[in-house]
Structure formats: structure tokens, C-alpha cells
């Protein structure tokens, strides 16, 4: 997945690069439109988006700052729910979660996948109807599963032996049946990086095939007097531009189901077949189409169910980065450029590691620009740092921004819409940036940026 690795030993440790740094591009000012949010444009040398420019954002709503196009997340929804139209599509909350997102999610008539009581309580809070909430977490507590059961969660993917005898005590306590689907692992390999690659055998979600898991969990649920077994739940992982996992994992599952079907009879509606459709971070990513991935998902499992004579189930996806990640930009303002005679010059921003992880944690890769002014001052290689007491806080970790960058100008990184927020800390005590969705020109602070007070606010001394 990255070009880089993390040589054994401290946290510390230096990040190198395995080969050469890319070439420069040919223009450090255009905005490839496979990387940047829809509405995204370079007008009169600085950039907009949503018809606003960065400067304005940046002066109005301060830095770092999480921009939303608005506009590009409610297409990317709407492309999801018209491919897979006779499918549910979830929006993976764990992306991206706050009411406004929530709320765009339920008009473009999407559902929403939660995976924790504090997501599911956002999910309430901003109104989305229960009835389309699903609910997931390998480790979900009594007191999460109490509260999804008692606010009448439309699905429950259940995780664990253990999940099973909790589910139904709850259930039984409130007198409800929950439906539900078991999750189970296909043995598949995604092409992705380790810590996001979720269906082999050795990891710690859902019940595997290949032991006989799946089956003893679909055992135990039938036998399971409070709970309704609608389905099955397959995730493969994320990030993934193959679809070969995809199909091979969806084959397995929709095998599986037939096989319940032949041995104990019990005809099974609903498949979930998860999340993970890559996105591009950088020209280079070539991203799946949702188009065709629905089609090529929809035509396996029709065809294993025909074949085992099962009707066909009703599909379910749950993408989150799919939807969500493009549509978002963090704008930073620089602080200091500091060049390392004869290696590179580290242009250092005042975010960092705590709004963005996952170059740290993945060895992501991300496109940045400055992107409040045009320049045609040549390229300088550079690497994007934050501002944390650490030497892994980088954020790209090879790009050429112009030779005449200076403090004060604005860079953006594209599609950190997912995981970036959603995966923020206050580590070394910074606040948490702001969100704004931008859209025909208008801004709108829909998660406000974090005080000091907000910092102290859970020290009680
Ligand atoms: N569904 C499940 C069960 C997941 O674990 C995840 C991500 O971890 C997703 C959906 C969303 O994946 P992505 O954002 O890659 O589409």
C-alpha cells in the first residue's frame, strides 16, 4: 500500500522513503478532479469550494479546518442509492458522524450504519429514523446493546458467541426480538493495508467460515428465542480497488446461505455485504466504479442463489470512505518552512497527527496544494508536518509545493472527508478544528472548533 516503511524500534523511529520521491507535476496549481471535492475551482489564482473561497474560510472559521462539499457528498450518496437500487445502502457512519452529516444521509434516502452507542446517540440526536439505523461493534456492551434495543435499532450485526447470550438477556428483558444478522468472515484477503483487512481467519471480527463458526453462530441464534436472524454480514476491509475480494467474499457468504437453506431449512432475506470501496488520495488511485461493482455483486450472488435454488436475497453495502472522504479538505495555514540543506524542505502547519492519523497509522498517502494564492515559482520538495511533538506527525510525506512558499499562505490536503475527524485526538492538548459544509457559496459551521475550556472541561483536578 505505501511507499514507506517504519523500520523496527521507537516510535520515533524516522520514516523513510523505499524509492525516490515522485516526479513533480507538471503544474503545481491545477486540482486534479479525481482527488478534489466536485465544486472545487483554482478562480483568480486561490481556490474554492462550494463556491467559497479559502481565504474567506479560513478567515471566518479559522484554521486547521475541515471543509465539507455539501453538494459532492449528497451526489456520491445519491450514485450509491441509485447503482444499488433495489439494495439498502448504509452510510458507515464510522467515516464521518455528526447530525449534519446524519441528516444529509437520511435525505438522500440512505440508512446509516453505527458501531457504537456514542455513534448511535448522534444517529438519535439528529433524527435519523431507528428503524434505519444498523448497528455493529465486535465488543458492543450491555448497556449499547439495551439502548439500540430499546430505541428499536433496525439491525443488529452480531460479533461474538458471547454478543449472543447478552443480545438475547437484553432482548428478553424488554420483551423485544431484535432482528439481526451474523457476521461472518470469508477467509478473504483484501489488497489493503493489514490493520484495515477484515475478513481473514486471524482477526478479531465476526464468526469464520472455515472453522465452522458461522455455522454454530446461525445454530445459536435460530435457538435464540428473542432474536430474528434476518441475514448474513460479510466486510472484507477498506480501501480496496480490487474486485476480486469483493466477489469472491460475496460468492462465499451467498454459498453459505444457501447451504443454511439445503441443511436446517431456514431461508435467509437479507445479505450485507459491507464497505471498503477505495477512493483516490492521490492521481495515481484508480477507484472501483460503484456502478459497476453493484452489477458485478448483484449478478454473483443472484447466480450462487439460483444455482442452490434459494431466492435471492436483498443486498445491503456500507460504504463510508466512498461517500464521505472526497468531499472533504483540511485547510491549514503554514507556520514555518525549514529547509534541510540537500534532502528537503518540511513545511509544517499548525494541525496535524491529531486531525489526521492515518499517515501516521497506515502510511497513508494524500495530495496537498497551496491553495491561497497561484504561484509559478518552480517546485520544492517538501514534506507537509504538523505541529506535535513527534517526528511521525507528517501528513504527506513527499510533494512539491512552490519554491516561494512562506508563512502565512494556506495548503490543503485533499479527501480527508473519512477517518480524519472521525479519528482525531487532543494529543499534546490541541483542539479539535471546526467543520464547515460549504455549498452555492454559503458556509455553515456544522461541528464547532474546540476551546481551551472545552480541554479542561473533563479535568476535574
Ligand atoms: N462496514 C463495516 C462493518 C466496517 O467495518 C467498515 C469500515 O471499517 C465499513 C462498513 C466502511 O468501510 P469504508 O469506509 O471503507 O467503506
Not at 17 to 30: F, G, Q, T
Not at 62 to 84: I, N
Not at 226 to 235: K, Q
Not at 367 to 389: D, F, I, N, Y
Request: glycine share 10%; with cysteine; proline share 5%.
Amino acid at each position: 500500500m505505501s511507499r514507506y516503511a517504519h523500520p523496527a524500534g521507537s516510535r520515533h523511529a524516522e520514516i523513510l522513503p523505499e524509492d525516490n520521491p515522485p516526479m513533480p507535476p507538471e503544474d503545481l496549481n491545477a486540482l486534479d478532479p479525481r482527488v478534489w471535492p466536485a465544486t472545487a475551482r483554482r478562480d483568480g489564482g486561490e481556490v474554492s469550494v462550494g463556491g467559497i473561497g479559502v481565504r474567506e474560510l479560513a478567515a471566518a472559521h479559522g484554521t486547521p479546518l475541515f471543509v465539507m462539499d455539501e453538494e459532492d457528498f449528497r451526489r456520491r450518496a445519491r450514485d450509491f442509492s441509485q447503482a444499488f437500487a433495489d439494495a439498502d445502502v448504509y452510510y458507515a457512519g464510522k467515516a464521518l458522524l455528526n447530525k449534519a452529516v446524519a441528516r444529509w444521509v437520511v435525505e438522500e434516502g440512505l440508512k446509516l450504519d453505527v458501531c457504537s452507542g456514542g455513534e448511535l446517540a448522534v444517529a438519535l440526536a439528529a433524527g435519523v429514523p431507528v428503524e434505519r439505523i444498523g448497528m455493529h461493534g465486535n465488543n458492543k456492551s450491555e448497556r449499547e446493546l439495551h439502548r439500540a434495543v430499546e430505541a428499536g435499532v433496525g439491525r443488529i450485526i452480531i460479533d461474538s458467541f458471547d454478543e449472543i447470550e447478552r443480545l438475547e438477556a437484553v432482548a428478553a428483558g424488554l420483551d423485544r426480538r431484535p432482528k439481526v444478522l451474523i457476521r461472518v468472515t470469508t477467509g478473504v484477503e483484501a489488497h489493503t493495508h493489514e490493520f484495515v483487512a477484515t475478513a481473514h481467519d486471524d482477526q478479531k471480527f465476526g464468526f469464520a467460515l472455515s472453522t465452522g463458526a458461522a455455522g454454530g453462530a446461525v445454530r445459536a441464534v435460530l435457538d435464540a428465542p428473542h432474536l430474528e436472524l434476518v441475514g448474513l454480514h460479510s466486510h472484507i476491509g477498506s480501501q480496496i480497488f480490487d474486485t476480486s475480494g469483493f466477489e469472491v467474499a460475496a460468492r462465499r457468504v451467498a454459498r453459505f446461505l444457501t447451504g443454511i437453506h439445503q441443511e436446517l431449512g431456514v431461508t435467509l432475506d437479507e445479505l450485507d455485504l459491507g464497505g471498503g470501496l477505495g477512493i483516490a488520495y492521490t492521481s495515481g488511485d484508480d477507484p472501483l466504479d460503484t456502478k459497476s461493482i453493484a452489477e458485478s455483486l448483484t449478478a454473483i450472488v443472484r447466480r450462487e442463489c439460483e444455482e442452490g435454488g434459494l431466492p435471492m436475497p436483498r443486498i445491503a453495502v456500507e460504504p463510508g470512505r466512498a461517500i464521505a472522504g472526497p468531499a472533504g479538505i483540511t485547510l491549514y495555514e503554514v507556520g514555518t518552512v525549514k529547509d534541510v540543506e540537500g534532502i528537503r524542505t518540511y513545511v509544517s502547519v499548525d494541525g496535524g497527527m491529531s486531525d489526521n492519523i492515518r499517515t501516521a497509522l497506515y502510511g497513508s498517502e494524500y495530495t496537498s496544494q497551496m491553495v491561497s494564492r497561484e504561484s509559478s515559482a518552480g517546485p520544492m520538495l517538501s514534506r507537509l508536518v504538523g505541529k506535535h511533538c513527534e517526528s511521525g506527525d507528517i501528513i504527506v510525506h513527499d510533494l512539491y509545493l512552490p519554491a516561494d512558499l512562506r508563512p502565512g499562505d494556506l495548503v490543503a490536503v485533499a479527501a480527508t472527508g473519512a477517518y480524519c475527524y472521525s479519528m482525531a485526538s487532543n494529543y499534546n492538548h490541541l483542539p479539535r478544528p471546526a467543520m464547515v459544509a460549504v455549498r452555492e457559496g454559503r458556509a455553515r459551521t456544522i461541528v464547532r472548533r474546540e476551546t481551551e475550556e472545552d480541554l479542561l472541561r473533563l479535568d476535574v483536578g
